[in-house]
């Protein structure tokens, strides 16, 4: 075991783009090679910080890949019909069962279809297509073995999302997939793992902090784009990272000043952009930094920003449950820190991130967003001094969590490596690599003067690859003309490198590749991590063949598993069970539940429980407390007392009540029935015939598609039934608001009133005109003859 694991992922740094940053880093050091010969060909290499770790080895990261309704398998796809957009909403696609054979596809998404006799549900790595090795002599010109094919590694390409899943939870996944298997369903994350064992815990990214890496940690969502959400809705990264995974340290990127637009019209202030955190999330953090509901000290980007956060980190106490929260990212750059560029000196901060090169000349972004009277020197001195680097954020995460009596876990992310592959540009990938490497050595330094080798673990690593290749001539080439020239040259053999597999074309691909990363790795538990090259591992109840010269991403995760509770392997769940938080936690404790995908029996007590019952019917129980439940497909009946409790039901005919509080409940598709009691309670009842209930309050309610019945108790409620044959009843006492939709069925309300009003969702728009016709004793709405509402006993005035 170890007391502390630091896992440092470095966003698509594979082997050849590590070879570039190495060689360039050599080069300055003073080695006069002009081949890659001159440097290095195969292995580990030299040159960097991370190069230098006692052990090295490779890893597949390849995710899952399932065929939709329409028979064609998407690495996009979760086994789910996608009919419901909240997390585990929809139903199981009809007939899955999982197929453990590997399903390469045809294309960069899958592209293989049921029609045409494709079978298996896992992407796999074939060795003899892509290669034992990633520095096989094939990407290069050489002698290829039989059967490779240079083609093979853009096929069904796994993303961050599901490959930083497999590493924080040991389930291989989908495309888009944060912290759920195939099923939607939630994880137990590394860090909620490190969490219950009374670590403090860490996320550190040089990207926006509900990014894909960042978030799989610490957020349970099926789709990576659900950055943050308005509270108290919690079906997004943003809001479960601060609401229920809560890491003791959470610092990155993201702020709104950092997406403005280039360049801005003569006089106008940055605009802000909320594409990462809400507005209302931002304003109300900015105006609570130091007490609010998430209970974290906030600080974001302004002027001496390093210094601010180190005088922060020094004040934070995590044995007394404090924690700290850091926005930051410079403008214009697509929410990232300021970046570098190979020799240090941020001429590209500020300019899009995904276009500066990779557009070949038809739209460089070369503008930067600047204020009246700034220049390009002013704009980037003032990002640098308003943004700490990546190597300061881990330098605070370290002191805040070093404090920690009982160790910590704390992921570390270069996420911008990823971006700048993606744009092609040589200059700020090895910039933003030579950053990440300055946050390893930092991290080396630390574990070396805190317990040592023997106390903490350390594993760097990527997510995933991109295709890369750098010519043989590309270390002369860096010599003679600098990186940054290379980087705008667009003929391949002046440039010494393009990217995909056609060597005449610079630009041949822009994205991710199948290829195996680099893993490079030391200390307390390490052996864990050696003891699995070579071996199989289990995914979905089948064991899958392992990778001959090294080891899967799933086994990184058991590798930091047995590091933090002394074992490499969960507990099997073999059946239903019967799980009680008195036995779990303790009386009156906060207890954290997992049960497999059975009909389980779950209590939980008076304490703030969360409970994740997966697919089944569930039976589960919650007495007073903040509770959190997820159940799966199934027809769960779930009780939750006095709180303010998050209940997300999945698919299914689920029977819910809730007690008094500020409820949050998405029921998911099936026939629902829904009775909470008085607070502001927030409802998605899903897809199908739903019944629901509430008491007095602020409520807001969406009844999804079907033929709903609303019961709304007195208070200024929202309430959109959604399409179908709808029927919604108002007790008074408050000013309500219905939104109405165009399409099949209409809503029929009952106790209307003078006080509430109308508004137009889905299919309509503020510009139609509708009609409100009166009769001896309703009255109805529609618009063009497509009858959207009747209100019932009521002939008032009506705003709409």
């Known amino acids: 075991m170890a007391k502390n694991v630091i896992v440092m992922i470095g966003d698509g740094l594979g082997w050849e783009m590590a070879r570039a940053a190495a060689i360039y880093q050599q080069i300055q050091n003073g080695n006069p090679g002009t081949k890659l010969s001159d440097f290095y060909t195969s292995g580990v290499g030299t040159g960097l910080t991370l190069q230098g770790l006692k052990e090295y080895t490779l890893a597949t990261t390849y995710g899952t890949t399932i065929a939709g309704a329409n028979g064609v398998f998407n690495t996009g796809n979760s086994a789910l019909t996608g009919s419901d957009g909240v997390t585990a909403g929809s139903p199981v696609l009809p007939g899955f069962q999982f197929n453990p054979n590997f399903n390469p596809g045809i294309n960069a998404s899958g592209g293989a279809t049921v029609a045409s006799g494709a079978v298996g549900n896992l992407v796999g790595y074939d060795v003899v297509r892509g290669g034992l090795y990633p520095w096989d002599p094939g990407y290069y010109g050489g002698i290829a073995s039989p059967g490779f094919d240079k083609e093979y590694i853009k096929l069904s390409y796994p993303d961050s999302a599901n490959t930083a899943t497999t590493l924080y939870t040991g389930v291989k996944s989908y495309n888009n997939a944060i912290g759920v298997d195939i099923f939607e369903q939630p994880l137990e994350t590394i860090l909620a793992t490190a969490a219950m064992t009374g670590r403090s815990t860490g996320i550190v990214t040089s990207v926006p902090i509900d990014h894909a890496t960042p978030g799989a940690a610490a957020a349970t969502v099926n789709r990576r784009g659900k950055y943050d959400s308005e509270f108290p809705d919690l079906d997004s990264i943003l809001q479960q990272e601060l609401s229920i995974y809560q890491p003791t340290v959470l610092l990155g990127g993201g702020h709104p000043l950092s997406n403005t637009a280039a360049p801005l019209p003569s006089g106008v202030e940055n605009a802000r952009d909320y594409g990462f955190v809400t507005k209302d999330t931002y304003d109300y953090l900015v105006a609570n930094p130091n007490d609010n509901r998430y209970g974290y000290t906030f600080l974001e980007r302004g002027n001496n920003a390093a210094q601010t956060l180190a005088s922060a980190a020094a004040s934070i106490d995590p044995n007394s449950g404090e924690r700290l929260l850091g926005l930051y990212g410079a403008r214009g750059q697509n929410g ?465």
């Not at 009277?373 to 943004?387: K, L, Q, V, Y």
């Not at 680097?389 to 920690?404: C, E, F, I, M, R």
């Not at 569930?618 to 159940?631: I, P």
């Not at 209307?752 to 728009?765: N, Q």
């Open 336 to 800: 990232n820190l300021p970046v570098s560029s190979a020799n240090g000196d941020y001429s590209t901060t500020g300019l899009d991130m995904f276009r500066i090169n990779s557009t070949q000349g038809l739209n460089p972004d070369r503008e930067r967003p600047l204020l009246p009277g700034e220049t390009d020197a002013s704009f980037i001195a003032r990002e640098r001094n308003e943004n700490p680097t990546l190597q300061n954020l881990t330098s605070a995460a370290l002191d805040v969590l070093g404090k920690d009596k009982d160790g910590f876990w704390l992921m570390v992310e270069g996420g911008d490596i990823d971006w700048a592959a993606h744009d092609n540009s040589i200059d700020n990938l090895i910039g933003t690599i030579l950053d990440f490497d300055k946050s390893v050595k930092s991290t080396v330094d630390w574990i070396l003067a805190n317990g040592g080798w023997e106390n903490n673990q350390l594993i760097i690593t990527a997510d995933h690859d991109h295709y890369l290749t750098l010519n043989p001539d590309f270390p002369s080439l860096v010599r003679t003309l600098g990186v940054e020239a290379l980087t705008d040259i667009d003929d391949p053999a002046g440039a010494g490198n393009f990217w995909g597999s056609n060597i005449d074309a610079k630009y041949g691909w822009g994205n991710h590749s199948n290829r195996t990363v680099p893993v490079y790795y030391q200390g307390a538990g390490s052996e864990v991590l050696t003891s699995f090259i070579g071996q199989d591992f289990n995914s979905y109840g089948y064991q899958i063949p392992g990778y001959a010269v090294g080891v899967d991403q799933s086994q990184i995760y058991q590798t930091q598993l047995a590091a933090i509770t002394g074992s490499a392997e969960r507990p099997e769940i073999t059946g239903p069970q019967v799980v009680n938080a008195y036995f779990v936690a303790g009386p009156g404790k906060d207890a954290t539940i997992y049960t497999g995908a059975f009909d389980d029996t779950v209590y939980g007590g008076v304490g703030e429980n969360y409970i994740y019952a997966n697919n089944g019917d569930n039976l589960v129980y919650a007495e007073d407390g903040d509770d959190l439940v997820y159940t799966g497909t199934g027809n769960d009946r779930i009780f939750v007392n006095g709180g303010d409790n998050t209940v997300f039901a999945g698919a299914g005919i689920d029977y819910i009540r809730a007690g008094n509080g500020g409820n949050v409940i998405y029921a998911g598709a099936g026939n629902d029935d829904i009775a909470l009691g008085n607070g502001i309670n927030y409802v998605d009842a899903g897809t199908g015939n739903d019944t629901v209930f509430t008491g007095s309050g602020n409520d807001e309610i969406f009844g999804g598609a079907g033929n709903d019945t609303i019961h709304a108790g007195a208070g200024d409620n929202i309430i959109n039934a959604g399409v179908g044959e709808d029927t919604v009843y108002v007790w008074g006492g408050g000013k309500n608001t219905f939104a109405l939709n165009a399409g099949a069925g209409s809503t029929t309300i009952f106790g209307f009133d003078s006080d509430d009003k109308i508004t137009r969702s889905s299919g309509l728009v503020a510009a139609d005109m509708l009609t409100i016709t009166k009769t001896e004793f309703d009255t109805t709405i529609s618009k063009n003859g497509d009858l959207l509402a009747t209100l019932k006993w009521y002939t008032g005035d009506v705003v709409a």
